[in-house]
């Protein structure tokens, strides 16, 4: 069992930045797959990043690529989701994942561990 923990989301103006983290509960974090996901007020949630278990290759849904950049640091268990030029199509409640594959995994239904979400509100 893997818990996470999301933290780091606010209110932001447009054009701002936030950074998100996920800390993972167990060490064996390392060798799970991370996704970031978004799911703002109704619509479904959909993939943001993903990044492999040692942080070699990443992933990026189109309309983050450039201003999103998926992270990990493996010795403190954490992932992190840093978030450039913010739009405010943008405002969603974002969730980390853990897969149990080590590899990139774009969808929600591979993922195997989920954080409770943090929400970003950015305003135009």
């Known amino acids: 069992q893997v818990q996470l923990v999301e933290s780091g989301g606010g209110l932001v103006q447009a054009g701002g930045s936030l950074r998100l983290s996920c800390a993972a509960s167990?060490?064996?974090?390392?060798?799970?797959?991370m996704g970031w996901f978004r799911q703002a007020p109704g619509k479904e949630r959909e993939f943001v990043a993903a990044?492999?278990?040692?942080?070699?290759?990443?992933d990026y849904e189109d309309s983050v690529k450039g201003r999103f950049t998926v992270s990990r640091d493996n010795a403190k268990n954490t992932g992190y989701l840093q978030m450039n030029s913010l739009k405010a199509e943008d405002t969603a409640v974002y969730y980390c994942?853990?897969?149990?594959?080590?590899?990139?995994?774009?969808?929600?239904?591979?993922?195997?561990?989920w954080g409770q979400g943090t929400q970003v509100t950015v305003s135009s």
């Open positions: 994942a853990a897969a149990r594959s080590p590899r990139i995994r774009v969808g929600a239904g591979e993922y195997d561990y």
């Open positions: 167990r060490h064996t974090f390392s060798s799970y797959g």
């Open positions: 990044i492999t278990w040692n942080g070699g290759s990443t």
